[in-house]
């Protein structure tokens, strides 16, 4: 029985747009050949930088969107910084790959994961990409720790990063007065309560300076004016 060969994906990057991704396609061909695995797509990303995240590098994104749709057996890479700088994004892609069943050739490092001693990269960084995640959870509730405790105490908070003042945890704008003016129609009004429905009755001109009315046959001209319009909503 003939054994299928595996479909593979390149994956280019330089860092600059005078760069080229040129010798990098050239040398991973190479070893595709040796390897008897055929090459199907080539991605890259040219004048990018490597501690961009993937929606920053669009061939990044792109191939990992294929290797979802399982359209290449292994992933090659001419080395493992051009996958990219940052640890947590380059976790991420790793792990990434491992989920949908796409192994990774690393060229410069000498990484195969088809193979069983190359599979343990993927294993270590499965583990270092769940203490990363871990790690991201206890520094969220150690925040929001924080947060309850200032507003306890002070009847609202500092955000560090931003400097915004809150008064409530939850997301930005959820604040009860906006809440309240992002329910006022346009052109003003007031707030009325009818039959346990609460809303608010406001007013607005005609589009037209004179409209037709159809009554018994007749047509009728009427001049501007103004109509009432009512939103209501349950009473909290």
């Known amino acids: 029985m003939t054994r299928r060969a595996k479909t593979a994906a390149l994956y280019v990057r330089v860092s600059t747009s005078d760069q080229t991704v040129e010798n990098q396609v050239a040398e991973l061909e190479r070893m595709a050949e040796f390897r008897d695995w055929q090459v199907i797509a080539r991605y890259s990303d040219q004048g990018v930088s490597g501690a961009k995240g993937r929606l920053e590098r669009p061939g990044l994104d792109a191939m990992l969107r294929d290797a979802e749709k399982a359209k290449f057996d292994v992933v090659m890479c001419w080395s493992l910084d051009r996958l990219g700088r940052s640890l947590i994004d380059l976790l991420q892609t790793v792990e990434h790959l491992r989920g949908v069943g796409v192994d990774l050739f690393l060229m410069q490092q000498s990484i195969d994961t088809t193979t069983a001693a190359g599979k343990l990269l993927f294993h270590i960084t499965g583990a270092f990409a769940e203490f990363e995640r871990a790690t991201i959870r206890e520094r969220v509730k150690a925040g929001l720790g924080r947060a309850r405790s200032e507003l306890a105490k002070n009847g609202k908070y500092v955000a560090r990063r931003s400097g915004i003042v809150r008064r409530s945890l939850g997301r930005p704008g959820a604040e009860p007065e906006k809440l309240a003016e992002a329910k006022r129609p346009p052109g003003g009004g007031h707030r009325h309560s009818e039959g346990g429905q609460e809303g ?36 909290s």
């Open 200 to 235: 608010w009755t406001g007013h607005r001109h005609g589009p037209k300076a004179e409209a037709a009315v159809h009554r018994d046959g007749e047509v009728l001209l009427r001049p501007p004016c103004r109509r009432t319009i009512s939103r209501t909503h349950p009473a």
